[in-house]
């Protein structure tokens, strides 16, 4: 069973920027064992796949909306998963939740929601002037 507590959430200008912290535990290898994602869910909207990291030679895989614009790495030591989000914009605006799967895989496609196993309890993101 493996435990996730996320971090760094908040309100902030457009333009902005947040690093959102993700610490695993309870897990039984280090983090490149497991394929990771950030998601994001607005009111009223699906859970969608921000950005993930899916197979262990840690190659990021990041939606069109915030490509160039968000970093998804993790610290294998620290067990930790990082979302560095600049240039935040209102449409940015959602909790965001990191996630653990247990099965490793090169297809990107899956950096959704059914492809992984474990959850955090959500962190608010607020883009506003």
């Known amino acids: 069973q493996v435990q996730l507590v996320e971090s760094g959430g908040g309100l902030v200008q457009p333009g902005g920027s947040l690093r959102l912290s993700c610490t695993a535990s309870g897990g039984s290898g280090p983090l490149d064992y497991y394929s990771v994602g950030w998601f994001r869910q607005a009111p009223g909207k699906a859970r969608e796949g921000v950005s993930c990291i899916l197979n262990s030679d840690g190659s990021p895989y990041h939606t069109d909306s915030v490509r160039g614009r968000f970093t998804i790495s993790r610290d294998n030591a620290k067990n930790t998963v990082y979302l560095q989000m600049n240039d935040l914009k209102p449409e940015d605006t959602a909790v965001y939740y990191c996630?653990?799967?247990?099965?490793?895989?090169?297809?990107?496609?899956?950096?959704?929601?059914?492809?992984?196993?474990?959850w955090g309890q959500g962190t608010q993101v607020t883009v506003s002037s």
């Open positions: 996630a653990v799967g247990v099965t490793l895989t090169t297809n990107q496609a899956m950096c959704v929601p059914g492809f992984f196993d474990y």
